[in-house]
């Protein structure tokens, strides 16, 4: 073998997918009994392959049908990802422009939005308040576009459109509502012509699409799933995931009224990643430029970067972006590493409600990629990049256990005692904090545990700039004190994780 054809191997990645001695398989399954979720699809791609799509448990626990390739999940803020691509299609065909103004395509909106453009819409830097806040918004029902304005039209702006950003699903209502006026067409068939069909996804729709696809209705009979032996259309079927509440209620389906362009779409794990790699060439958004729009950091006036857009985050570590969320019932996950060395995406599909990928995702694309490993033991340690710099990360972390009443003991500022030691360090700080309610109790069942106590978190920033957070994984902490069962562990690793999620500005 020739040293060429060695490096295009390593590029196209190694049979053994596994990371720091755990199997893909085993992540997911540990992450899934971690988390309790009933059913989930992962899609991998190393572009231009989706080399890995594979189901774990139930997509439908009461109707017991297994998550597979083919399962419809609706994928929440991915949809946003869809709106945004309907807008620059329009904006390259040279039906609107990025500058056009509310005033311009909605006449007779409140005064207070006419100067908002298509551009501060995308970006959601528009200070629109959202209209899914407040009591009456129920996301099962139908809905018109003047009942969801009449929502919000009389509310102040939040602050002065393009000063700052906060995620509305208003935003993305008005832009779906721009999409039909200079399309000529609903917002539905504009995306379903230009993404859906263009591409031949054929286990993508909206939710009032469903019922085109067949799958056996085993709701009402004990002999489950026969009817594939006799149409050949239900071998392999794709069906549609459930989501039950822990009383046992089904999830209500979200009516795509309800969230346009913000959480209308469904779609299987692998028609994600064909959309995604659509997207990431010039298949969907033809101009670099013009996709830069969409999946690149801007700069608000003050000149601070703004590293998110039309729902999706960036990093700095090999390129990475990701955009994620839930809709009532389930969460969604997609991540790019957009290395020119290594391309490669993570798509996770679940049926519960509120799980964050974050940390698994990239772990799994460690699997597949050698460059994308964190450099750091994720084993031993949870770890997480963050959006923002060290000292504003710090500041969030202090603001967020100041909010819990959760008290600071110490702040050890490990490059400034470099700095007076004459040594050098990249921004390095570590936060001491704990409650001794909690960690008393942990005590008195080994007091030896003392020296683990009480909790810190470190952040830090990498030679490329990276910003990451992390702390020592808590039920590896506590194994080597027997103490992996103690019920605090997982209360203790979870407020963890939603501390270093909100520190780095992880949403």
Same mark, same amino acid.
């Given at each position: ?143 018109? @576009?003047?009942? #969801?304005? +009449?929502? /919000?039209?009389? %509310? &102040? ?8 950003? $906060?995620?509305?699903?208003?935003? @993305?209502?008005? #832009?779906? +509502?721009? /999409?039909?006026? %200079? &399309? ?8 379903? $012509? ?314």
């Amino acid at each position: 073998m020739n040293t060429r054809e060695h490096d295009t191997m390593k590029l196209r990645g190694s049979a053994d997918t596994s990371y720091l001695g755990q199997t893909v398989d085993q992540m997911v399954w540990e992450f899934m009994k971690k988390e309790q979720i009933d059913g989930l699809t992962l899609a991998i791609v190393q572009a231009p392959y989706i080399p890995r799509v594979v189901g774990y448990g139930l997509a439908d626990a009461k109707q017991r049908r297994l998550a597979s390739p083919n399962t419809l999940w609706p994928v929440g803020p991915i949809s946003q990802a869809f709106a945004a691509v309907a807008v620059m299609q329009l904006y390259e065909d040279g039906a609107l422009g990025l500058e056009d103004t509310l005033e311009h395509w909605l006449p007779g909106v409140p005064a207070a939005w006419n100067g908002i453009t298509v551009l501060q819409l995308l970006r959601h830097a528009t200070g629109l308040p959202d209209y899914r806040w407040g009591e009456g918004f129920d996301p099962a029902r139908p809905w018109s @576009f003047d009942e #969801l304005v +009449e929502r /919000v039209k009389g %509310a &102040a702006l939040r602050f002065a459109p393009g000063t700052d950003v $906060e995620q509305s699903a208003t935003n @993305f209502l008005l #832009l779906t +509502e721009i /999409v039909e006026r %200079a &399309a000529g067409q609903s917002y539905h068939d504009f995306v379903t $012509e230009r993404q859906i069909r263009f591409l031949g996804l054929r286990h993508t729709g909206f939710a009032e699409d469903l019922d085109n696809f067949a799958h056996e209705d085993v709701s009402t009979t004990g002999n489950l799933h026969q009817r594939f032996k006799l149409e050949k259309l239900l071998i392999d079927p794709t069906e549609p995931a459930a989501s039950y509440n822990e009383a046992g209620e089904a999830a209500p389906r979200a009516d795509s009224s309800a969230l346009r362009g913000f959480g209308d779409i469904w779609a299987s794990a692998q028609d994600v990643s064909y959309w995604d790699i659509g997207l990431a060439g010039g298949v969907l958004i033809h101009k670099p430029e013009h996709r830069a729009m969409v999946y690149a950091p801007w700069q608000l006036p003050d000149g601070h970067t703004v590293p998110a857009v039309a729902g999706w985050q960036f990093y700095k570590h090999r390129g990475l972006m990701d955009i994620k969320g839930s809709v009532p019932g389930y969460s969604a996950f997609l991540s790019r590493f957009t290395d020119a060395a290594e391309l490669v995406c993570v798509t996770l599909l679940a049926n519960k409600e509120g799980v964050d990928f974050t940390n698994l995702g990239r772990r799994i694309a460690g699997a597949f990629g050698d460059l994308l490993s964190t450099n750091y033991d994720d084993n031993k340690l949870y770890l997480l990049e963050g959006q923002l710099p060290v000292e504003d990360t710090v500041q969030r972390l202090e603001r967020e256990l100041a909010k819990r009443r959760i008290p600071v003991f110490a702040k050890f500022d490990h490059a400034r005692n470099a700095r007076e030691a004459g040594l050098e360090l990249r921004p390095t700080t570590v936060l001491v904090f704990g409650s001794p309610k909690v960690g008393t109790g942990l005590m008195q069942a080994d007091q030896s545990i003392a020296l683990e106590l009480p909790l810190r978190i470190a952040i830090w920033q990498d030679g490329a700039g990276s910003t990451w957070l992390g702390f020592p994984r808590m039920e590896r902490l506590a194994a080597d004190y027997g103490l992996q069962d103690h019920p605090v562990i997982p209360k203790l690793q979870r407020l963890l994780e939603e501390l270093v999620r909100r520190a780095g500005g992880v949403y």
